[in-house]
């Protein structure tokens, strides 16, 4: 199963656009990448996933580099609810097993 | 509504009891998880099970004991072996095709005095 690296923590001006890096350079050629968060004493929520090609829903937008080995997860107009630790995880295609969560990014939206 | 539903949301034990946390899922999952919480850290992987009368161990699997008797029930039991049992208890459920969302219960945070 592929390993990511995030930040630990990131700050973000309300209103403006967050941008959380994800490396996953071991990612092998089925694993998909997923994005959860998770608010303060919540269970994590599912945001968006991608193989290859961009995605976009209402939460976000995924951008995968043409190699695979790092994604960025844009929440295009940031609101303090936004605030929580973002997980980014390789999924093996397939076989549901292990999902495996690293530390994740601690986004702080400021107001 | 379908989902997947912990409980209780608070539970409190003695030490050395063995305790048995819920987890009820209606979406029609077939695989489903258990992961452990401390404050300030990520999740981590204690079981799971992708089929019915099937799981397996995750990376943190010593003092815990699960079984898949049904396909929407996955029970946790942290047993009196489990030398730090107080933490935020997660479930999880997801289907087994690739590709595809997990869906998280609301936790239950456990302590034992």
């Given at each position: ?24 350079s071991t990612i092998?050629?089925n ?5 959860y968060r998770?608010?303060h ?7 968006i996933?991608?193989?290859k ?7 976000a937008?995924l951008?995968i580099?043409?190699?695979r080995?790092s994604?960025?997860l ?7 609810r ?9 999924k093996p295609?397939?076989?549901t097993?292990k999902?495996?969560?690293g530390q994740?990014t ?6 | 509504?379908?989902?997947i539903?912990q ?6 034990r003695?030490?050395g ?11 029609n999952?077939?695989a ?6 401390d404050?300030?850290?990520g ?12 799981f ?14 049904k ?8 047993t ?8 935020f208890?997660?479930c999880a459920?997801s ?5 595809t969302?997990?869906?998280f219960?609301?936790g239950t945070?456990l302590?034992?005095?």
């Open positions: 199963d592929a390993k990511t690296t995030q930040p630990p923590s990131m700050d973000c001006a309300e209103g403006r656009a967050a941008n959380l890096p994800c490396n996953h092998s050629g694993e998909y990448v997923y994005w998770q608010i004493s919540q269970g994590p929520q599912y945001i996933h991608g193989l090609n961009n995605e976009t829903n209402e939460m937008s951008i580099t043409e190699d080995k994604s960025t844009i929440l295009p107009h940031a609101t303090l936004d605030t929580a630790v973002y997980y980014c995880i390789a295609s397939g076989n097993g999902l495996i969560f994740g601690t986004l702080q939206v400021k107001p | 509504d379908g989902g539903t409980s209780p949301k608070y539970l409190f003695k030490e009891q063995n305790v048995t946390l819920s987890c009820e899922q209606n979406l999952h077939d489903m998880y258990w992961y452990r919480q404050p300030g850290q999740l981590r992987l204690i079981y799971y099970s992708q089929i019915v009368n099937d397996q161990k995750g990376d943190i699997a010593e003092g815990y004991s699960v079984s898949r008797e396909k929407e029930s996955f029970p946790l039991t942290v009196s072996a489990q030398k730090n049992p107080t933490a208890y997660l459920s289907t087994q095709v690739g590709g969302e997990a869906f219960g609301q945070r302590t034992v005095v």
